[in-house]
Every structure is written in C-alpha cells, then in structure tokens.
C-alpha cells in the first residue's frame, strides 16, 4: 500500500504543532473561579486562627492561659487550644527545671553557666560581718525551681528581683551569728541553715519558688587583709599548742611530785 505524502502533508498543516506548557499555563490564568478571591480570603482567615489558636506545652512545663490579662485557666503538657489573635496569652512554665542565682562567684567560674536572670558585678553582696566582727568573703549559689506557677506569675512583682535580695538577707543573717572561723570551716552547716531561712521568707511572700539546693562556695577573708589573718591564725594556733603542751608538762608533774611526797 502507497502512502499519499502529499494528504499526510496537508492534515499535519492543518493541525499544526502540540500545545506548549506556557500555553497552557496562560489558558488555565484566563479561567475565573466565582468567588475567587473570597475562598483565597477565607483560606487566609482559617489559616491565621489555626496558627493563633494552637499551641503545645512540653513535658514538665505547664501553661497559664490569660485573656485580656486576667487568669483563666492552666494548660498540662500536650497540645492545648485557646482564643485566637490575642484574646488569650500563654506563659509557659517549667516546673522541672533547675535554675541558679549566683552571688560573687568569680567571672571564671560563673562562665558558661546559663541563669535564670542577668546582673551585674555583684561582688559587694560576698563581702558579710561575722559574729566576732570580721570581715568575710562568701560567695554562694541558689538553686530553685517553680513550685506554683500561679504565684510565681502573679502574686509578686520582678520575684526574681526578689530571690536575689531575700537570699542575701538569709546569708546575712545566718553568717552574722557565726565567726569568721566557723564561716570558713562549716560551710555546709551555714548553707544548709540559710536554705531553711530563705525557704520560709520565699513562702510568706508566696513566691511559688522551691529552694532546692544553697551552695557555698570557698569562704575566705578580703585579700588585703588575708596576710594579717594569717598571723592571728597562726599566733593562735601556737597560743593553742602552750596551751596544750603546759597542760601536758602539768599532768605529768603531778605524779612526779606525789611520788617524792
């Protein structure tokens, strides 16, 4: 069988080439949807109070809910829902987290340490009177974590502002009772009781902080009097060892004499 070349020719002029891509991306923006531009709105709309009105609550923490400011109700780990574009705020509160206060440690060892808040030098809030009216150098750390969150958001004013100052007004009054021999040797006795003092200052101002850990750190006397208190130790120390040893040299003079009697 003969091809006609000459019909075939004719029929591909009349059809001409297939549709380009760009063609038909044209042809499809020419066609109109009714109600276009309200359904692209609308998608808008949904998708701004779907992303406003969800949000999640990690493990540990939990979320108080405030609309228009006012305390409405507390959020447990999950995904949690509320009022969109700004009718409700969440404050999300880790209750297992440890924070730290640190109160005139040096820059080197308070490096790299991340707190819960940021001061300045506060290396003055180190130096305390003892008991015998001496002058010590105590640097301490605070470990806390948020015990209620309701009183830790609402009840005081800057409570971490307030941690810092009830801390120091705890080591006060526990290191004022001590000498500066019994601040430098029981340092964990001294935390420890300043733990409890701070404890219950924090709870009578309904803080929702727990005190989990007082730690202090190496004790010592300022350094431009360190060489003079290094003699009164010492001169001490020997005060001590006479002491010692004529008590020593008297117990055995007594025997001594009693026999020759």
Not at 2 to 16: I, T, V, Y
Not at 251 to 261: D, L, M, S, V
């Given at each position: 069988?003969?091809?006609?070349?000459?019909?075939?020719?004719?029929?591909?002029?009349?059809?001409?080439p297939?549709?380009?891509?760009?063609d038909?991306?044209?042809?499809?923006?020419?066609?109109?949807?009714?109600?276009?531009?309200?359904?692209i709105?609308?998608?808008?709309?949904?998708?701004?109070?779907?992303?406003?009105?969800?949000?999640?609550i990690?493990?540990?923490?939990?979320?108080?809910?405030?609309?228009?400011?006012?305390?409405?109700?507390?959020?447990?780990?999950?995904?949690?829902?509320?009022?969109?574009?700004?009718?409700?705020?969440?404050?999300?509160?880790?209750?297992?987290?440890?924070?730290?206060?640190?109160?005139?440690?040096?820059?080197?060892?308070?490096?790299?340490?991340?707190t819960?808040?940021?001061?300045?030098?506060?290396?003055?809030?180190?130096?305390?009177?003892?008991?015998d009216?001496?002058?010590?150098?105590?640097?301490?750390?605070?470990?806390y974590?948020?015990?209620?969150?309701?009183?830790?958001?609402?009840?005081?004013?800057?409570?971490?502002?307030?941690?810092?100052?009830?801390?120091?007004?705890?080591?006060?009054?526990?290191?004022?009772?001590?000498?500066?021999?019994?601040?430098?040797?029981?340092?964990?006795?001294?935390a420890?009781?300043?733990?409890?003092?701070?404890?219950?200052?924090?709870?009578?101002?309904?803080?929702?902080?727990?005190?989990?850990?007082?730690?202090?750190?190496?004790?010592?006397?300022?350094?431009?009097?360190?060489?003079?208190?290094?003699?009164?130790?010492?001169?001490?120390?020997?005060?001590?060892?006479?002491?010692y040893?004529?008590?020593?040299?008297y117990?055995?003079?007594?025997?001594?004499?009693?026999?020759?009697?």
């Open positions: 069988m003969a091809w006609d070349w000459e019909k075939l020719n004719q029929h591909q002029k009349r059809s001409g297939p549709p380009q891509m760009d038909i991306l044209k042809q499809l923006k020419t066609i109109k949807l009714p109600g276009g531009t309200i359904l709105g609308a998608i808008i709309v949904l998708a701004a109070v779907v992303y406003s009105s969800v949000f999640t990690n493990s540990g923490a939990v979320g108080i809910v405030q609309r228009f400011g006012e305390f409405v109700r507390m959020s447990q780990p999950g995904l949690n829902f509320k009022l969109p574009f700004g009718i409700e705020k969440v404050s999300k509160i880790a209750q297992e987290q440890v924070f730290r206060e640190e109160f005139g440690l040096p820059a080197e060892e308070s490096a790299g340490r991340p819960a808040i940021q001061f300045g030098d506060d290396a003055v809030s180190s130096l305390m009177l003892t008991g009216l001496n002058v010590a150098v105590v640097p301490w750390i605070v470990q974590r948020v015990k209620d969150p309701y009183n830790f958001l609402f009840k005081v004013d800057n409570v971490r502002g307030l941690l810092r100052d009830l801390s120091e007004a705890s080591m006060r009054l526990v290191v004022g009772d001590r000498s500066i021999n019994e601040v430098i040797t029981k340092r964990q006795e001294i420890d009781e300043a733990r409890l003092v701070l404890q219950d200052e924090l709870d009578q101002a309904q803080s929702g902080i727990h005190v989990v850990n007082v730690e202090l750190k190496r004790t010592n006397v300022p350094a431009p009097v360190q060489p003079s208190f290094n003699e009164v130790n010492q001169a001490g120390q020997e005060k001590e060892k006479l002491i040893q004529a008590k020593e040299d117990n055995k003079a007594i025997p001594a004499a009693r026999g020759q009697a």
